[in-house]
């Protein structure tokens, strides 16, 4: 599968979702956000180590400081 179809199936699956999302309650859609925080702080080390990398293709590549700016974790 292409990365363009790879994206355009995880955009899918998102806008399913934020509609399932929708029609939870409040309390159903705070237990959804907390388990998606623990699963970013669980695999941090990996997603910094990710997002280095976009940094460092992005500043190579020398797309831009707007991008930079948006790809930067502080």
Do not use: H, P, V
């Not at 199936?9 to 956000?33: P, V």
């Not at 280095?52 to 948006?70: F, H, I, P, S, V």
Request: some cysteine; aromatic content about 0%.
């Amino acid at each position: 599968m292409s990365l363009q179809k790879d994206i355009i199936a995880m955009a899918r699956k998102a806008k399913k979702a934020s509609l399932l999302m929708a029609t939870l309650s409040t309390q159903e859609k705070n237990s959804a956000l907390a388990l998606m925080a623990r699963a970013i702080l669980k695999n941090s080390d990996c997603l910094i180590k990710e997002n280095q990398k976009d940094l460092a293709t992005t500043q190579r590549e020398g797309d831009g400081n707007a991008l930079l700016a948006r790809l930067t974790l502080n």
